[in-house]
């Protein structure tokens, strides 16, 4: 392909050496400045990125990742300035230099991908004009010439009919789409230096790991170094050469990839890993609890002194808040005075003893302050113990029948049965026209959740499984099947029976602050379930919501605070709180921890987990993250496209996969086992998700199985005992032990040390 | 779209329709009557009754509104015996000259608060958007009235400059020849809206300068006037076109303190003097002609989004 040469050849590459930086950061401070003061985003912070290299940058929400990408990049938000040190790239101090040469460095010598493709693209400019844009102002090339270029790197990034797509709008591509033309945008220059901010945080995992292999081969082909910030420990571990972990502002840590995650020493980096779920589960299936980091970051418009994870430490000395700590010199360098030791046992080992002392340690928000108040002899709660307690399927009529094939443990009756469930939305049309066809969202979709079990519904955005959430606490009302809760056919109730029943399933939402009146304290959001289903007098109301308070960690002056004054974590907690107000029997989780970071994500999963021991809650855990259903799951059910195509054991279904789309899906999650990329039975999917409007006949992954034949245009039925499959070649037959899960799953996290070696 | 003009144009039959409806039953419960306001004071009670009985005002208003509706549909708007002439030989005679200073007033408008909206946006919370912040509310809070009496002393007495009256020609033509009377009804009639549609034009441009893709286009390396001026406008502009599409039912109404103060007769002062003399036929074509206008402004400026902005796919039905 004549675009490759011409392409590398517009940049002039002055310095190809590989000893010389390509961008050095030298002592880099970033304000921000807001209406309540100033933001220290950045403080001191030093990186070094070689020619043709991947730095992975990653933290948690706060650490000032993106800032340092932004103020690489000249593109501080309102407010922001870089005050103090060096941003050296290919020699030259960027702060020392003319604006108009600094701008002409950023179009044509760097290029930088954002988070969210679906608004980082101009709405009103065609594909083609935006992508050949920089050409046309930094490189005089003619309306044409342009034209013809921006179809050339459309193809070179995977775009399918790049010259049809050149005239296509934005809004008519898919995110995984959008995010190949953002891409192809910042490399229409051929640019030294690459910063990929998230660029994949907004896509389904499948996508992601598209996205994620075409940047590493687009990196060799150009020859360019690569800067990848994200949140996300598995995509820098498959991904990156050197790695530089963040936090409040600072670089705490870096080293070469596998290196840092065989034997990370900085005490946050430790503590990070082993709050990943996939951390918390043993080789032999039984799940520690996590590992969760009290506290919060710290506010960095306040003056802080020392290290600046003390607070949150479980290693931390006074010695620690006083002295300011520097990074460490060599290959591996880091600023903690009390390092994991360099030949440290695997994480794992240290986890089991280290973790319950400092939850119980914890600081005011953790969750362990708990079990005492929960035994007060408050009327409410007595009851709820009480109910709990009792066997709480004993009295319940046996109304369900022993549906279908899964009968696992017959004793206990499900709490939740869903039957042949489907769901249509009318397209398009309207208020004088029949509608122009149907969105198949659910399509025949059954389950059984038992009390005190957790179900996890894994999927990519678009296959259905918020839908079932929706349908099952009755938000919305199925198309066909029926929804049986403890008995009952929900559809068949009406006007109180019906209301009493939704006091029996409550919803946890996603993003807990929108979904609270931010007009209403929180006393009044906890107090409205009961006053909706006139539970008790206003002094019993009064006790529920002490005792919910306690039973999810937080004091109780949060109740004259309103929902803007908590963190997310704190605000996720003030949700279950709500869900369980009504002393429910199975809450819904519809992402519940997906808009946190990791280290909160940990606290909120382990107090789910423990009130789940204590209320006997039945879970439905919906979660597009694998590795988190992983973790609290009992049982997976697998949705594609609106249909269940597995379900199983969790166990079962993560290490031995039978339909090739969960394999797909478990491949496409990245791990924080380096090597693990190297090592994956490689059923990789491409293309995009079909639309629901007009789904295959069939099967309906087949459009972009690797295995499909003439028999799968025939819809396969569910089939099978404890692991079901709806696939007519499944990979594996059922596995009757438990002996699975040792080659191919999701390993811990320093299992496989041999990253290094691999680069 | 065919379609949807068909859905668009039905739906708006019926809002004009009930308009009529509306508008005929306020006129017929006001206190008072046609009668004694053309009759004068003079007329006895039988006179009264006879003009009545001949102008069917004696009958139920039901009644009355279907004798309105078969002459409409026949293009009869009916025929005002104050003005002694048919009600749209009164309005086509005044129309024209409104649209000419609605016009010109609005293509100034447009033409001075666009980039004083985006002056403000890029140079937002300091002096220059301070000062024009300051200046619009100041304009949008003057009473128009005073306003016009400011520029009149000013311009013609203070310093004569330009004539204190609109120009008085009967026709379109005359009217456009005499361009120096034109100017303070113009000028006046534009201020405000300048002050309304800079304020929008500036905290749409705002928004749109906070978005995502403005970043992206810096990230090019593209330089500030190219930022602005080809990636924000556009999409910043938007909603002056939902504030044009408003504004046509106005071009059509006239604006009437401006009409009288600069005595200019145009449907302002039409609608307003047949107001006082409760002459009936002319104030229900007034309103039927500015129930048309509201409705097809709607409908335009739907349209134009669609022309603008690729997101916007009309649909066959609007619900």
Same mark, same amino acid.
């Given at each position: 392909?004549?675009?490759?040469?011409?392409?590398?050849?517009?940049?002039?590459?002055?310095?190809?050496?590989?000893?010389?930086?390509?961008?050095?950061?030298?002592?880099?401070?970033?304000?921000?400045?807001?209406?309540?003061?100033?933001?220290?985003?950045?403080d001191?912070v030093?990186?070094?990125?070689?020619?043709?290299?991947?730095?992975?940058?990653?933290?948690?929400?706060?650490?000032?990742?993106?800032?340092?990408?932004?103020?690489?990049?000249?593109?501080?938000p309102?407010?922001?300035?870089?005050?103090?040190?060096?941003?050296?790239?290919?020699?030259?101090?960027?702060?020392?230099?003319?604006?108009?040469?600094?701008?002409?460095?950023?179009?044509?010598?760097?290029?930088m991908?954002?988070?969210?493709?679906?608004?980082?693209?101009?709405?009103?400019?065609?594909i083609?004009?935006?992508?050949?844009?920089?050409?046309?102002?930094?490189?005089?090339?003619?309306?044409?010439?342009?034209?013809?270029?921006?179809?050339?790197?459309l193809?070179?990034?995977?775009?399918?009919?790049?010259?049809?797509?050149?005239?296509?709008?934005?809004?008519?591509?898919?995110?995984?789409?959008?995010q190949?033309?953002?891409?192809?945008?910042?490399?229409?220059?051929?640019?030294?230096?690459?910063?990929?901010?998230?660029?994949?945080?907004?896509?389904?995992?499948?996508?992601?790991?598209?996205?994620?292999?075409?940047?590493?081969?687009?990196?060799?082909?150009?020859?360019?170094?690569?800067?990848?910030?994200?949140?996300?420990?598995?995509?820098?571990?498959?991904?990156?050469?050197?790695?530089?972990?963040?936090?409040?502002?600072?670089?705490?840590?870096?080293?070469?990839?596998?290196?840092?995650?065989?034997?990370?020493?900085?005490?946050?980096?430790?503590a990070?890993?082993?709050?990943?779920?996939?951390?918390?589960?043993?080789?032999?299936?039984?799940?520690?609890?996590?590992?969760s980091?009290?506290?919060l970051?710290?506010?960095?418009?306040?003056?802080?002194?020392?290290c600046?994870?003390?607070?949150?430490?479980?290693?931390?000395?006074?010695?620690?808040?006083?002295?300011?700590?520097?990074?460490?010199?060599?290959?591996?360098?880091?600023?903690?005075?009390?390092?994991?030791?360099?030949?440290?046992?695997?994480p794992?080992?240290?986890?089991?003893?280290?973790?319950?002392?400092?939850?119980?340690?914890?600081?005011?928000?953790?969750?362990?302050?708990?079990?005492?108040?929960?035994?007060?002899?408050e009327?409410?709660?007595?009851?709820?113990?009480?109910?709990?307690?009792?066997?709480?399927?004993?009295?319940?009529?046996?109304?369900?029948?022993?549906?279908?094939?899964?009968?696992?443990?017959?004793?206990?009756?499900?709490?939740?049965?869903?039957?042949?469930?489907?769901?249509?939305?009318?397209?398009?049309?309207?208020?004088?026209?029949?509608?122009?066809?149907?969105?198949?969202?659910?399509?025949?979709?059954?389950?059984?959740?038992?009390?005190?079990?957790?179900?996890?519904?894994?999927?990519?955005?678009?296959?259905?499984?918020?839908t079932?959430?929706?349908?099952?606490?009755?938000?919305?009302?199925?198309?066909?099947?029926?929804?049986v809760?403890?008995?009952?056919?929900?559809?068949?109730?009406?006007?109180?029976?019906?209301?009493?029943?939704h006091?029996?399933v409550?919803?946890?939402?996603?993003?807990?602050?929108?979904?609270?009146?931010?007009?209403?304290r929180?006393?009044?959001?906890?107090?409205?379930?009961?006053?909706?289903?006139?539970?008790?007098?206003?002094?019993?109301?009064?006790?529920?919501?002490?005792?919910?308070?306690?039973?999810?960690?937080?004091?109780?002056?949060?109740?004259?605070?309103?929902?803007?004054e908590?963190?997310?974590?704190?605000?996720?907690?003030?949700?279950?709180a709500?869900?369980?107000?009504?002393?429910?029997?199975?809450?819904?989780?519809?992402?519940?921890?997906?808009?946190?970071?990791?280290?909160?994500?940990?606290?909120?999963?382990?107090?789910?987990?423990?009130?789940?021991?204590?209320?006997?809650?039945?879970?439905?855990?919906?979660?597009?993250?694998?590795?988190?259903?992983?973790?609290m799951?009992?049982?997976?059910g697998?949705?594609?496209?609106?249909k269940?195509?597995?379900?199983?054991?969790?166990?079962?279904?993560?290490?031995?996969?039978?339909?090739?789309?969960?394999?797909?899906?478990?491949?496409?999650?990245?791990?924080?086992?380096?090597?693990?990329?190297?090592?994956?039975?490689?059923?990789?999917?491409?293309?995009?998700?079909?639309?629901?409007?007009?789904?295959?006949?069939?099967?309906?992954?087949?459009?972009?199985?690797?295995?499909?034949?003439?028999?799968?245009?025939?819809?396969?039925?569910l089939?099978?005992?404890?692991?079901?499959?709806a696939?007519?070649?499944?990979?594996?037959?059922?596995?009757?032990?438990s002996?699975a899960?040792?080659?191919?799953?999701?390993?811990?996290?320093?299992a496989?040390?041999?990253?290094?070696?691999?680069? | 779209m065919v379609?949807?003009?068909?859905?668009?144009?039905?739906?708006?039959?019926?809002?004009?329709?009930?308009?009529?409806?509306?508008?005929?039953?306020?006129?017929?419960?006001?206190?008072?009557?046609?009668?004694?306001?053309?009759?004068?004071?003079?007329?006895?009670?039988?006179?009264?009754?006879?003009?009545?009985?001949?102008?069917?005002?004696?009958?139920?208003?039901?009644?009355?509104?279907?004798?309105?509706?078969?002459?409409?549909?026949?293009?009869d708007?009916?025929y005002?015996y104050?003005?002694?002439?048919s009600?749209?030989?009164?309005?086509?005679?005044?129309?024209?000259?409104?649209?000419?200073?609605?016009?010109?007033?609005?293509?100034?408008?447009?033409?001075?608060?666009?980039?004083?909206?985006?002056?403000?946006?890029?140079?937002?919370?300091?002096?220059?958007?301070?000062?024009?912040?300051?200046?619009?509310?100041?304009?949008?809070?003057?009473?128009?009235f005073?306003?016009?009496?400011?520029?009149?002393?000013?311009?013609?007495?203070?310093?004569?400059?330009?004539? !204190?009256?609109?120009? %008085?020609? /009967?026709?379109? =033509?005359?009217?456009?020849? *005499?361009?120096?009377? #034109?100017?303070?009804? +113009?000028?006046?009639?534009?201020?405000?809206?300048i002050?309304?549609?800079?304020?929008y034009?500036?905290?749409?441009?705002?928004?749109?300068?906070?978005?995502?893709?403005?970043?992206?286009?810096?990230?090019?390396?593209?330089?500030?006037?190219?930022?602005?001026?080809?990636?924000?406008?556009r999409?910043?502009?938007?909603?002056?076109?939902?504030?044009?599409?408003?504004?046509?039912?106005a071009?059509?109404?006239?604006?009437?303190?401006v009409?009288?103060?600069?005595?200019? !007769?145009?449907?302002? %002062?039409? /609608?307003?003097? =047949?107001?006082?003399?409760? *002459?009936?036929?002319? #104030?229900?074509?007034? +309103?039927?002609?500015?129930?048309?206008?509201?409705?097809?402004?709607?409908?335009?400026?739907?349209?134009?989004?669609?022309?603008?902005?690729?997101?916007?796919?009309?649909?066959?039905?609007?619900?």
């Amino acid at each position: 392909m004549t675009a490759s040469n011409e392409l590398t050849r517009l940049g002039p590459a002055p310095d190809q050496s590989g000893t010389q930086p390509l961008l050095e950061l030298r002592d880099l401070d970033t304000d921000i400045a807001l209406r309540r003061g100033t933001v220290h985003a950045l403080d001191g912070v030093d990186l070094q990125v070689m020619p043709g290299e991947t730095l992975g940058v990653v933290g948690e929400s706060g650490s000032g990742k993106t800032m340092t990408a932004l103020s690489i990049m000249g593109l501080l938000p309102p407010g922001g300035r870089v005050t103090g040190g060096e941003i050296r790239f290919e020699g030259r101090d960027l702060r020392s230099l003319p604006a108009d040469e600094v701008r002409r460095i950023r179009g044509v010598r760097m290029g930088m991908v954002f988070q969210d493709p679906l608004t980082s693209l101009n709405p009103t400019m065609r594909i083609g004009f935006q992508v050949a844009e920089p050409l046309r102002v930094h490189q005089g090339v003619g309306k044409a010439e342009a034209r013809e270029r921006a179809i050339e790197i459309l193809r070179r990034v995977g775009m399918p009919r790049p010259e049809r797509i050149v005239d296509n709008y934005p809004h008519e591509l898919s995110g995984g789409m959008r995010q190949r033309v953002a891409i192809a945008m910042a490399l229409v220059c051929s640019p030294r230096l690459l910063i990929a901010d998230e660029p994949t945080t907004a896509l389904d995992v499948t996508t992601q790991r598209q996205i994620l292999e075409l940047i590493d081969d687009l990196k060799d082909e150009f020859g360019m170094a690569v800067i990848l910030v994200t949140h996300d420990l598995g995509v820098i571990a498959g991904r990156a050469d050197r790695v530089a972990v963040m936090y409040a502002g600072r670089v705490v840590e870096t080293a070469a990839t596998g290196e840092l995650f065989r034997s990370p020493r900085h005490r946050y980096t430790e503590a990070l890993m082993e709050a990943l779920p996939e951390s918390a589960i043993r080789d032999d299936g039984a799940h520690a609890r996590l590992y969760s980091i009290p506290g919060l970051p710290p506010d960095l418009s306040q003056p802080l002194t020392g290290c600046r994870f003390a607070p949150r430490c479980r290693y931390v000395t006074a010695e620690c808040r006083t002295t300011e700590v520097t990074l460490s010199t060599g290959p591996h360098q880091h600023a903690c005075l009390h390092p994991v030791p360099a030949t440290a046992p695997a994480p794992l080992a240290r986890t089991a003893p280290a973790a319950p002392s400092a939850d119980a340690g914890g600081t005011p928000p953790a969750a362990d302050d708990r079990t005492a108040p929960a035994s007060a002899a408050e009327p409410v709660a007595a009851s709820a113990a009480k109910a709990v307690a009792a066997e709480p399927t004993a009295a319940e009529p046996a109304v369900a029948p022993a549906a279908g094939s899964a009968v696992a443990e017959p004793a206990a009756a499900p709490i939740l049965s869903v039957r042949g469930l489907v769901k249509n939305y009318p397209a398009g049309g309207g208020l004088w026209r029949r509608s122009a066809g149907q969105v198949s969202a659910v399509a025949g979709v059954s389950f059984e959740v038992r009390p005190g079990e957790t179900f996890g519904l894994v999927g990519e955005s678009g296959c259905g499984k918020s839908t079932i959430g929706r349908l099952v606490v009755g938000l919305e009302t199925p198309t066909a099947g029926q929804i049986v809760l403890d008995g009952t056919d929900i559809a068949t109730l009406r006007g109180r029976e019906r209301r009493r029943m939704h006091r029996q399933v409550q919803l946890m939402f996603q993003d807990s602050y929108a979904a609270m009146n931010p007009r209403m304290r929180v006393d009044a959001i906890l107090a409205e379930p009961l006053e909706i289903q006139q539970v008790g007098n206003a002094a019993a109301r009064r006790a529920r919501i002490a005792t919910l308070l306690d039973q999810v960690g937080l004091s109780r002056r949060a109740l004259e605070r309103y929902p803007h004054e908590f963190s997310g974590g704190q605000l996720q907690r003030i949700g279950l709180a709500r869900s369980l107000a009504l002393q429910p029997r199975l809450i819904v989780g519809d992402e519940p921890v997906s808009a946190l970071d990791v280290s909160i994500q940990a606290q909120v999963l382990n107090l789910m987990r423990d009130l789940q021991q204590e209320l006997g809650l039945a879970y439905v855990f919906i979660s597009h993250d694998l590795s988190v259903v992983d973790y609290m799951a009992d049982r997976i059910g697998v949705m594609y496209l609106g249909k269940l195509v597995e379900v199983g054991p969790a166990r079962e279904v993560v290490r031995a996969a039978r339909h090739p789309y969960t394999q797909a899906l478990i491949d496409a999650v990245p791990t924080v086992t380096p090597n693990a990329e190297a090592a994956r039975s490689g059923i990789a999917i491409r293309g995009e998700l079909p639309s629901a409007l007009n789904p295959p006949t069939g099967c309906r992954f087949r459009t972009r199985c690797p295995f499909a034949q003439e028999i799968c245009e025939t819809e396969p039925p569910l089939t099978g005992g404890v692991h079901q499959v709806a696939c007519h070649f499944p990979l594996r037959p059922e596995s009757t032990a438990s002996t699975a899960g040792s080659a191919d799953g999701v390993p811990a996290v320093n299992a496989v040390p041999s990253a290094e070696a691999a680069r | 779209m065919v379609r949807y003009l068909i859905t668009r144009l039905g739906q708006a039959l019926v809002v004009v329709l009930l308009v009529t409806v509306i508008a005929f039953l306020i006129l017929h419960l006001l206190p008072g009557g046609a009668a004694r306001a053309t009759l004068g004071k003079e007329a006895t009670l039988e006179q009264l009754a006879a003009f009545n009985h001949e102008m069917g005002y004696d009958r139920p208003w039901i009644q009355q509104y279907g004798m309105f509706m078969q002459r409409l549909l026949q293009g009869d708007l009916g025929y005002s015996y104050q003005l002694n002439q048919s009600v749209s030989e009164a309005i086509m005679q005044r129309l024209p000259k409104t649209m000419v200073l609605s016009l010109l007033s609005t293509l100034l408008a447009i033409v001075v608060a666009i980039p004083l909206g985006v002056i403000q946006a890029v140079r937002r919370n300091r002096w220059p958007d301070y000062v024009i912040t300051s200046l619009s509310l100041l304009a949008y809070a003057t009473p128009i009235f005073f306003l016009g009496l400011m520029l009149i002393i000013l311009f013609s007495q203070v310093w004569p400059v330009l004539p !204190p009256e609109a120009p %008085q020609g /009967f026709t379109v =033509a005359e009217v456009l020849s *005499d361009p120096a009377g #034109l100017v303070l009804p +113009t000028v006046t009639l534009a201020i405000v809206t300048i002050a309304v549609y800079s304020r929008y034009v500036r905290s749409s441009m705002v928004d749109n300068l906070n978005e995502n893709y403005v970043r992206t286009a810096r990230s090019k390396g593209l330089s500030e006037r190219r930022v602005v001026l080809r990636h924000t406008l556009r999409n910043g502009l938007f909603p002056v076109i939902t504030l044009l599409g408003m504004y046509l039912p106005a071009l059509f109404s006239g604006a009437l303190v401006v009409e009288s103060l600069f005595n200019y !007769p145009g449907m302002g %002062q039409l /609608f307003w003097q =047949a107001a006082l003399k409760r *002459d009936f036929p002319i #104030l229900l074509g007034v +309103t039927l002609i500015i129930s048309i206008a509201t409705v097809v402004g709607a409908l335009l400026a739907d349209l134009l989004y669609a022309a603008v902005d690729p997101r916007v796919r009309l649909r066959r039905s609007a619900s």
